[in-house]
């Protein structure tokens, strides 16, 4: 029974990928100027669907699909400078029927420097509000990358699920938080 419920977990789709900081990215100081790391997690996000096969510029030239963002956070652990190779993590982390969610993790040696999130709607060319999450759920699960079916809502359609429990992301993100914190004490 617990392989069962194990089986059905659903998953997290992460990608990662290097970064070197230039100095364009940086303050007078030499640390990585806060709103550069949202112009990162939009590379992210965007070499994250282009591994799995899903070109951004395709959708949106194609179906006509815009992906703004609505919300949006970053939690800096420690500095990030000039010349720095970082490593982003970009992770899908919920994918429903109108808006997808990407939680992000920038590190240096495995210390965690930056951890954050986007909120994203579907929308058309007008600003109206599309339901395309259930096509980002089927191309993944076409490529292997998550298992299951999208849950049904409550007019019996099918909606995609969360890749992964939203509670345990936000748990994960707060213990990255933690461990920095209590490693900056000692």
Partial sequence: ???????????VVVGSMPYRVSMAEVD???VMYYSR????FERGRTELFRALGI?????LQQKQILMPVVEAACRYMAPVVYDDLITLETAI?????????FDYRVLRDDVVLAVGFTQHIFIDPQGRPVSFGKEVFNILKEKGVITGEPPK???GQQQPQQTQPQEDVTQKLKNFIIER????DN
Avoid at 55 to 59: F, G, P, S
Avoid at 181 to 184: D, L, R
């Fill in 1 to 11: 029974m617990a392989e069962e419920k194990k089986e059905q977990q659903p998953q």
């Fill in 28 to 30: 007078a100081y030499g």
């Fill in 37 to 40: 790391f949202f112009e990162l």
């Fill in 55 to 59: 070109e951004y510029r395709q959708i």
């Fill in 93 to 101: 982390t919920n994918i429903g029927t109108r808006g997808i969610r």
């Fill in 153 to 155: 809502d409550e007019e």
């Fill in 181 to 184: 914190t209590e490693g900056k």
